[in-house]
């Protein structure tokens, strides 16, 4: 009876090793991950003006970031398009 407590023990002991080593690498990669966002992030917004940084600061991810640039960019971008379409057809 004592040998099978003992296997079942190492066998535990052993499936929580193997869960614990499953979670450090998890948290290794989240830790790279983290870095890098911030990287990407602090990159993105480093070259925006005062005036757009203002309107952007409250984005949390360069994803969310990258987004709100395009989207803010692209209606600039067709907005001057038919303010020059207008000064045409005049």
């Given amino acids: 009876m004592s040998i099978h407590r003992g296997f079942r023990n190492l066998v535990r ?14 948290f290794e990669r989240h830790r790279e991950w983290s870095r890098r966002e911030a990287e990407a992030y602090h990159t993105i917004f480093r070259y ?3 005036h757009i940084s203002v309107h952007v600061a409250g984005l949390e991810t360069s994803r969310d970031l990258w987004n709100e640039l395009e989207e803010r960019y692209r209606r600039i971008e067709l907005a001057t398009f038919c303010e020059l379409f207008a000064q045409t057809a005049d």
């Fill in 48 to 50: 925006l003006s005062p």
């Fill in 13 to 26: 002991q052993r499936a929580i090793e193997a869960r614990l080593e499953v979670e450090v690498q998890a």
